[in-house]
Structure formats: C-alpha cells, structure tokens
C-alpha cells in the first residue's frame, strides 16, 4: 500500500470517517448475520454433484418419493423384556404420533400393526426383538425441502409422547440422527464465538500485556465476523450457496483466528514506528505503509487457496470456498481501515503501561528470536538438515491415518440418543429398517436385478418392484449395518456390483448409505484435484509477491513438509490419545487447505521483512533482522490462531475435533519450527540464491562474526 493512501486513511479527519463507515456497514449486516442458521442446508442430499450414483436414483425417484422424507425410529427397551403393557403403550404412542406435524400420512409402523399386516402375508419387518426386550415404532417425518429447522422440535414431541415407566425410549434412524445433529450444533452461532473471544482475550493479554490494547482488535474481530457472516446469509438466501454447520463454525473461527493474526501484525510495526516518528498519524502512515503489503498478500493467499474448494464435487466443500473466502478478506479490509484508525484516535496511552515513547529502543533488537537467529547463523546446513529429518520422521504417522469414514456412533465426541437406540437394534439383532438401498432399474429386467442381489450378504429381501414413467421401475431392501458404516457401504459397493452386471437393465443404486458412500469417493476426488491446484496458485501469489522462483518453491516445499508432519503427529494422537474410531473422508483436504493457506501466511510475514531488509543489508544479514523483529508477532499470531482453532473441539463432532487439533498443531509447527528454525536456516545457508532469478542480492556476502553477534538493529 502506497505510503500516501496509508495516510489519507488514518489522517486527523478521515480517521473518523472510517470509522463511521465501518460501523455503519456493521451495523447493518448484523441485522442478517442474526439469520445465518436459518439458511443452513446440513442435508447430504444436497452436498453430492448430479454425476454421483444416489443422486442420479433421487433424480428418478422425485416423482415418486418424497427427497423430504425422514424415515425415523422410536426405540423401547427394558432389561427383563417388554410387558404386555409396554407393547400396548407402544399401540397407543403410535396412534398419538400419527397426529403430530410433519408424520406423512403413512402413519406409524406399531408392533400389532406389523403383527396384523404379516398375519395376512404383507411382507413386514420385525419390530420385536426375540428376546422381547427391544421393539421400535416406525415413521417417516416430512418438514418439505426448508424443514431442517422443525426436526429438533418433532424430536421432542416424539420423546415427550414415547414413555414407558422404568425402561428407556430412544428416537433413531435419521430422524433422531437429524435431531441429534441439530443438536450438536445447537448455539454455534453465539457459543462457539463467545469461546473463541475468550482464549483470544486471554492470550492477547499476554501478549500485550495492556488491559486496554486488547479490546481494538477483539472489537475489529467481531465487526469483521458480523460484517461477513451477514454477507454470507445474503449469498446463501438470495445466491444458493450452501451453507452448513460446519462451514459457519469454520468462519467464525477463521475470521477472529485471521484478524487477530492481521492485528498482531500491524500493531508491532506500529509500535516500531512511533519509536521512530513523533507523530503518531505518520507512524501509522508508516506502519501501514510497510505493513499492509504482507496482510493483503496473506489474506489473498488464503482466499484463493480457499476458492480453489470450488472445484470441489462435494457441494458443501465447494460451498465453503467462498463462505472462507469472504471471511478472510472482509477480516482483512477491516483490520487494514478500521484498526489503524482506532489505534490513532487512541494515541499512545493505549499501550499503557509500555507506551512506545519517541526514540526509545527497540525490544526485539535483542530479544529472543535474536538470539534464535545467532545460533543458527554458526551452522546453518546442519540446522535445516537436521530439522527436516525430524518432521520427516514425525511424516511417517501418516502412516497410521484411517479416512475410510466413520459410523454415526463414531462420528461424535459423546453418547447421543440416536447412538444408543442404533445400538440396542444392533445388539437385540434387530434390523435398522430405515436404511435401505434404492434401486431403479429397467422394468423388462426387474426380475432379473432382483435375483441378482440375493446373494448379497448383508442385504435383505428386496420389497415390492414399483412402476415408474418411461418403462422404469424401483424396489427396496434392507441393510443389516449403521448407515454410515464401513459395512454398510461394503453392502451398497457389493449390491452395486450386482445390479450393473445386469444387461439391459440400467440399473442404479442409491439410499442413505449410497449417499455416503458416493461421499467418500467424492472427497477422494477432490483430494486429488484441489491439493495440487492449492499448491500451484499458493506458487503463483509467492512468485510474484517475492519476485523470485526459489524462494517461494522452498515456502512451498516446507508447508507441504509441515503439513504431512502435523497430520502424522494428528494421526498418532487420534488413535492413541483420543481413541478416535477413524477421520472423515474429507479430513486430509480441509486440513491440507487450511494448513496450507494459513502456514503460508507465517512465511510471507517473515519473507517479505526478509526482502524489505536484503535491500539493505543483504540476505543473511535481513534474515536476521527479520526473524529478530517479526518473530515475536509471528509466534503470537501463530497461538491465537492455533487457539481458535482448538476451540473447534467445544463441539462434539469429531470431524472438527479432528480438524482443529491438526490445524493447531501444524500452526504451532509452521510458527516455532519451520518459519523460524527450517526456513531461517535455508536462508542463511543459500544467501542471495533464493532470489533467483532477479538480481535483489546479487553480492551474497557471506556473514562477517560481527554482524552475528551485535543486536539485530531494526532501526533504519
């Protein structure tokens, strides 16, 4: 940013200017951002492209069957076995469910109805275990294609209805899956951002060590959050994009983690400069000058990197492409138009008590990182060497990585009511029959698919083949596992297998646990085509930010290094610490972009100091500098940011659990290791070299004991 701009926005009258503007803005995007869960779409259905199997099946199937239908389970339980009188509680629940809001007019499946039903030959499923201890009502739910928000509700009719003195009642299937899910993240537009404001506090004050500085960049993080979840809601209602839960966790986090991270940035080169100006509009001029540059090309970095997600098949990692997107970049005109102007109307004394006094010294001259940057200039290939060794080493964890998905009752961090009504089901032998295949399929072969799938383990007996238009017809069957298992999308790839091999029928195969599996082979692809797209559009940004090739491949190559390495410490941890089942489908790519995007961030702080000072002093001796006057705020960033993402962890889903133990971890590994230790050393060692091809240092002096062992002066 030219110097002059930078001043023209913190000048003695337009400071105030922004400021109105900012919050003017503000306030009226708070108004929808209030609204942002009401657009939520957490449906699968919506998440898989046209080209997956179970939705071409939906597809066929619209005119027929209801995409809207929620088949839903009300499990009963008694240790000893169900009375008569629990059974006929059951009948009598059953009739007073049938009339609550959104069941279809299906009715309730009920014991003495399935009793009744296969007394006269009607094939039925069995919905009393043999040992009499474990019976389920059965119901299909409708709310119509926006009715997310009404499970929660019909989930605690149902369980104020379903009663029976001294045994337990249960609601499964996907309606209380869909209920417990709303659940999970019940609240996360205020809970989980009043938990991340607090670590963010408390880490500032420790930073800082001001019980006032840290109130300008928490208030600029909450108006960036209100300003960009508020555009957000206005692209999801009026733009169709999707927007989940774990999306709109995801910003929250992303938008306080990143503009703490901006803040921290410019308020340590404002610092430095009213050291070195009396005034303090032109030591922000100044600051915002030097600073601004490193920002936006951070915040760009991360918004492209996010942007690439749009490439994604799955329609909710596409989706969160540009709800991140949005997120770092209004984060970013916030913290580079508001911040500055609150810091100079505030003056110096919102420093208090270290108040920045006109040609003080510089603290960071010969602090710590200093220090760092001494010991490693001695013997710097041996440094780099032996680091990458190490995180190689902790790479080979990945080893230990399962991302074939996870069970519903893996899939939380706690014993939801769902879980334990599949549970019982699942221990008293008795079939879930809510998760079914759905075939379609040429009618003149319908026969013939039928008879094909009878030696699919797993699978039940295929129902009544139903007429469709165009000389098509569809059936169901039953499977035998948890929708989301691993076993039951063995059953839909074997029962798949089965079908195609059928010829002339066309057949396809969807349903719930389809619709999982197609999932999972969508987020394989999108691993394959977005991480090395992120990679190559990180590559551009670096080159020409830096102006030079080999310095942005070595960037590149020590994220990519520190990302496998967080992921092999992350897998160790899940299996041996936290004793995860396994990690989502999608996990590698949400924390490889992340990683990636965000570690780079830490790299363009330090590198383009770095290049600021090589004009100067020349490489070796600018990458001391730099290390020595960024390492401190870098480091500081690197805990808030590493913090906010632990927070992810408050929710009890173990995707995101996941994700923010990874993301923390490989921040702390980028910020500590690879950008002070790994990153410093291959500078010292390879000097001007890294600017190759431009001529930025083309005498690459070696560096003398004396510019080793004096203070890093900063001080131009």
């Not at 102007?341 to 040609?359: E, H, M, N, Q, S």
Request: overall charge negative; some cysteine; charged content about 15%.
């Amino acid at each position: 940013m030219h110097r002059r701009i930078a001043g023209s926005l913190t000048g003695r009258i337009t400071k105030w200017l922004v400021l109105v503007a900012v919050l003017v803005v503000a306030g009226i995007m708070t108004t929808f951002s209030a609204r942002l869960a009401s657009v939520q779409n957490n449906e699968a259905s919506s998440w898989l492209p046209g080209s997956a199997e179970s939705t071409k099946v939906l597809d066929e199937l619209s005119a027929s069957v209801d995409p809207n239908d929620i088949p839903t389970l009300v499990v009963y339980h008694r240790d000893g076995g169900l009375t008569d009188a629990d059974l006929a509680a059951m009948d009598e629940d059953g009739k007073e469910i049938a009339e609550l809001e959104g069941v279809t007019d299906q009715g309730v499946l009920t014991p003495d109805a399935a009793k009744a039903a296969a007394a006269q030959g009607a094939p039925v499923p069995t919905l009393v275990s043999d040992d009499g201890q474990v019976a389920y009502l059965y119901l299909v739910l409708n709310f119509g294609s926006n009715g997310w928000n009404d499970i929660p509700a019909a989930a605690d009719e149902i369980r104020d209805i379903a009663k029976i003195d001294g045994g337990e009642v249960h609601l499964a299937g996907y309606g209380g899956q869909s209920a417990d899910s709303a659940e999970a993240f019940e609240g996360i537009d205020t809970n989980l951002i009043f938990a991340t404001l607090g670590v963010v506090i408390v880490i500032l004050l420790f930073t800082y060590r001001s019980p006032v500085l840290w109130l300008l960049p928490i208030t600029c993080a909450v108006v960036a959050n209100f300003i960009a979840t508020g555009l957000v809601y206005l692209l999801a209602k009026y733009a169709d994009l999707t927007v989940n839960g774990q999306s709109q966790a995801i910003l929250s986090i992303l938008v306080i983690g990143a503009g703490t991270d901006y803040a921290l940035l410019l308020v340590a080169r404002y610092r430095e400069e009213l050291r070195r100006h009396e005034d303090r509009h032109e030591a922000m001029a100044f600051a915002l000058h030097r600073a601004a540059p490193a920002i936006l090309a951070s915040a760009a970095t991360v918004a492209v990197g996010m942007l690439c997600l749009a490439f994604a098949d799955l329609n909710s990692t596409a989706g969160l492409g540009p709800v991140a997107a949005i997120g770092v970049t209004v984060t970013m005109l916030v913290m580079i138009t508001l911040l500055p102007a609150l810091l100079v109307i505030c003056g110096r004394w919102v420093f208090w008590p270290k108040r920045p006094t006109y040609r003080s010294a510089e603290p960071t001259s010969d602090g710590l990182w200093a220090k760092v940057g001494r010991v490693i200039s001695h013997r710097p290939r041996r440094v780099w060497v032996m680091t990458t060794g190490v995180l190689l080493i902790a790479c080979l964890g990945l080893l230990q990585l399962d991302t074939s998905g996870l069970s519903a009752e893996d899939s939380y961090t706690q014993e939801f009511d769902s879980i334990k009504g599949q549970r019982l089901l699942a221990e008293h032998d008795l079939s879930d029959n809510s998760n079914t295949i759905q075939v379609v399929t040429d009618t003149d072969a319908a026969a013939d698919v039928v008879a094909s799938l009878k030696g699919v383990d797993g699978l039940g007996a295929a129902g009544e083949v139903q007429p469709l238009a165009d000389g098509r017809s569809w059936f169901e069957a039953t499977i035998d596992a948890d929708a989301s298992s691993s076993a039951a999308s063995d059953v839909v790839e074997a029962a798949r297998e089965s079908v195609h091999g059928v010829d002339g029928a066309d057949a396809l195969v969807g349903g719930g646990s389809a619709f999982l599996l197609d999932t999972k082979i969508a987020s394989d692809r999108d691993s394959r085509v977005i991480m090395p797209l992120v990679l190559a559009v990180v590559l551009l940004i670096l080159i020409g930010l830096l102006r030079a090739v080999i310095a942005p491949l070595i960037l590149i190559a020590t994220v990519v290094l520190s990302f496998c390495a967080a992921l092999g410490i992350s897998a160790l941890l899940f299996e041996h610490v936290f004793g995860f089942a396994g990690s989502d489908p999608g996990f590698p790519l949400f924390a490889f972009v992340f990683l990636v995007a965000l570690g780079i961030d830490y790299n363009i702080f330090l590198m383009t100091r770095v290049r600021e000072e090589t004009a100067t002093f020349g490489t070796r001796k600018g990458s001391l500098i730099a290390l020595a006057s960024t390492g401190g705020v870098i480091t500081s960033a690197g805990v808030v940011l590493a913090a906010t993402f632990l927070v992810l962890g408050s929710l009890p889903l173990v995707f995101l659990a996941e994700l923010g133990v990874a993301v923390a971890l490989g921040v702390m590994l980028d910020t500590i290791v690879v950008r002070s230790v790994l990153v410093t050393a291959l500078n010292l060692d390879l000097g001007g070299k890294i600017w190759w091809p431009s001529k930025l240092d083309s005498a690459d002096a070696p560096l003398t004991e004396a510019e080793v062992d004096v203070p890093m002066e900063t001080v131009h």
